[in-house]
């Protein structure tokens, strides 16, 4: 058996750029070296964890010197948490490389004629902004090197998975991604189990009660609160029911619960259950309702997917006589935003959950120009659909990170709708299906948009025109 190599130790290497992931980036000898919790302008010394031909990945060995730019990070799981990685970098830089991001992915690989594009829209709250967490039962515990060393640990813990240790979470003591009552409830449950001796969950043995925490919010206030267990302990899982209840009823608008005991933690195809309360939440938007259930999709920064949406019917411009497509229409949140300003909307979404929720907004809202279909994209949207419903003035299409089916791009194509709005989560797909639509469009205007600060995620759209 041959003998392993070591890998290359890079001393004092200058951190120069951002990649498109959001690692940084240092060079050495000609290779690419990818780092994660630096910034531009950080000297380091680097242990090489991986090596590749056309690029190596490496961990901090030592700091030298501070970039000017770094400042200190607000939260004090930071550098182990894979969460908000960005923060030592200042919200304005963040954004400059968003930007670039977008940019770099739609030249390189749109490979497309490109307008100049709009300013980045940043988001007005760095902190707190989010409106749904999934915090994680284990017993098996993260340590750091320093705690390594003791002996005596409470194994327990509630909080985040470690990036690429399934079966390692680190406790959290307190997120600031998203607001109270969020932190204080999730102290209190982990406070009530330990108090309780109820068993957290084993991710190496798929044994133990306590599995996962859901926590949603919205801007009205309401609060759903989905506890998941690992088997039916009628006894535990109802004390530690009613003890949140009892501490946090006034606060919880929803309380709902989950036996799941398959082997992972997805809860989509699991039964919901009310323990207490409703068994949704709602989002306002301008003045209309949005349903939340426990298993709904909805933008996690609520304030800024107004803004977002706002940005798809301005660019769609619509004059009141137009028929309109929303692809992936999620719960027919774009569909119903935009719906008073189109002659009808029909959305498509693949999760059929999404769909009944697509179709009781806009009941709620008393929206009678707008009609959603469930099914797989690729197979519902096809000629014979469009023969059924219509050819499309717009489509808007905002497709999950992977992009569009080419199948789907060539549907659109002999649509050929006047108009497409293309919101992404991922410009380089985006950038993908950008070259496939320029045979038949321009692109006539790009706006990115921060969703997420503190992390490398940005959404773009696009605004292509039929040429």
């Not at 009823?249 to 989509?268: C, M, Q, R």
Request: with cysteine; hydrophobic share 35%; glycine share 6%.
């Amino acid at each position: 058996m041959g003998r392993k190599r070591k890998k290359p130790f890079i001393e004092k290497a200058l951190i120069e750029d951002i990649a498109a992931e959001g690692k940084a980036i240092a060079r050495h000898n000609d290779c690419v070296v990818f780092v994660p919790f630096v910034i531009p302008g950080d000297v380091v010394d680097l242990q090489v964890t991986k090596k590749r031909k056309s690029y190596m990945e490496a961990r901090v060995d030592k700091i030298h010197e501070f970039s000017k730019d770094r400042i200190e990070a607000f939260c004090e799981h930071y550098g182990v948490c894979g969460g908000c990685k960005w923060q030592i970098l200042p919200y304005e830089l963040q954004l400059k490389h968003k930007h670039k991001q977008v940019e770099d992915a739609l030249k390189r690989i749109g490979k497309v004629d490109l307008p100049k594009f709009e300013p980045i829209l940043g988001s007005e709250k760095t902190q707190f902004y989010r409106n749904k967490l999934e915090f994680t039962f284990s017993c098996n515990r993260w340590l750091s090197k320093e705690e390594m060393g003791q002996e005596n640990h409470d194994m327990d813990a509630l909080g985040f998975h470690i990036p690429k240790l399934f079966d390692k979470i680190i406790d959290v003591k307190h997120c600031y991604l998203q607001d109270e009552p969020s932190n204080s409830i999730r102290l209190e449950i982990k406070k009530f189990a330990k108090d309780n001796e109820l068993s957290f969950y084993n991710q190496r043995t798929n044994e133990g009660l306590l599995r996962n925490v859901i926590i949603r919010t919205s801007t009205t206030g309401q609060v759903m609160v989905i506890v998941v267990f690992g088997k039916n302990e009628t006894k535990h899982v109802e004390g530690l029911l009613n003890h949140i209840n009892e501490i946090f009823g006034e606060k919880i608008t929803a309380l709902l619960y989950v036996i799941n005991e398959k082997l992972n933690d997805t809860i989509g195809d699991q039964e919901i259950l009310n323990f207490k309360g409703q068994s949704e939440i709602y989002e306002e938007m301008e003045g209309l309702k949005f349903k939340i259930g426990p298993k709904s999709f909805y933008q996690t920064n609520s304030e800024q997917a107004h803004k977002l949406y706002s940005i798809v019917r301005d660019l769609a411009d619509l004059k009141g006589t137009e028929l309109v497509y929303d692809l992936y229409t999620g719960t027919g949140t774009i569909a119903c935003f935009i719906s008073n300003k189109a002659s009808k909307v029909i959305g498509v979404e693949y999760v059929e959950d999404a769909v009944v929720d697509a179709r009781q907004n806009a009941k709620t809202n008393n929206i009678e120009n707008a009609a959603f279909y469930a099914g797989d994209m690729k197979d519902v949207l096809n000629d014979d659909f469009i023969v059924k419903n219509g050819k499309p003035d717009v489509i808007i299409t905002d497709p999950p990170r992977a992009g569009m089916h080419q199948s789907v791009v060539e549907t659109i194509l002999r649509c050929s709708p006047d108009k497409i709005v293309y919101v992404s989560c991922n410009p380089a797909t985006q950038a993908r299906d950008l070259e496939l639509l320029d045979v038949s469009y321009k692109v006539e205007k790009v706006q990115p948009v921060d969703m997420f600060p503190h992390t490398h995620h940005v959404e773009n759209v696009v605004l292509l025109c039929k040429v």
